[in-house]
């Protein structure tokens, strides 16, 4: 299901640290978020790509300016909700945001008990009119697609053809190295990468 989010917080995949500009954690984040906005689940394949996604501090740039180059403090998001989130703090989205801790409703909102998770629902304004609305029609359209155009479904639930080759990146450091092989690039190298997620 395309509004899944993952299964269980699982923690980071990666580890690079030490860049100077914050940005060059880009590939990393790209594949680490599974090339999609950590809060909405919004994929870069539904739409240009260029500008569309940003890096977020979560805990922001004015309140924690000694994150601002901690990997472990960016997530992937679109520009809808770093605009929307704008200078708020919130908890780790990673740590509240996952199959076991919010399911998404036929009507497009979503749903938790868990009150972290209600609260980065509401700071990121995730069940507004229009988001639930939104939901409804991908959900309709990748549906519609699976039916009739297998290949309009691999390019709406695919993977993007740009997975970025994290080998060939030297961050001056690597916490956790092992991920590379754990890459969609390397998955993909290996002839193992699912057509759709
Ligand atoms: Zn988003």
Redesign the pocket.
């Known amino acids: 299901m395309i509004f899944d989010y993952p299964e269980s917080p699982s923690g980071r995949l990666h580890g690079p640290a030490g860049y100077e500009s914050y940005e060059s954690f880009r590939p990393w984040l790209r594949d680490e978020f599974i090339f999609r906005?950590v809060?909405?689940l919004?994929r870069e394949t539904w739409g240009q790509v260029t500008g569309d996604f940003e890096l977020d501090h979560f805990h922001p740039q004015s309140l924690a300016p000694d994150l601002t180059h901690d990997y472990f403090n960016l997530v992937y998001?679109?520009r809808?909700?770093n605009s929307v989130k704008l200078d708020q703090s919130v908890d780790d989205p990673t740590m509240h945001f996952s199959s076991e801790s919010v399911v998404v409703s036929q009507d497009g909102g979503l749903a938790s008990d868990k009150p972290q998770t209600k609260r980065l629902i509401r700071q990121l304004d995730l069940n507004s009119p229009k988001l639930k609305k939104w939901r409804v029609m991908w959900m309709r359209i990748v549906d519609l697609a699976k039916e009739r155009d297998a290949n309009l479904f691999k390019q709406l639930a695919g993977f993007p053809e740009d997975l970025p080759n994290l080998g060939r990146l030297r961050p001056p450091s690597n916490s956790r190295p092992g991920g590379i092989e754990a890459s969609w690039y390397a998955k993909r190298q290996r002839g193992w990468l699912p057509d759709t997620y």
Do not use: Q
């Open positions: 906005c809060y909405c919004k998001a679109c809808r909700c």
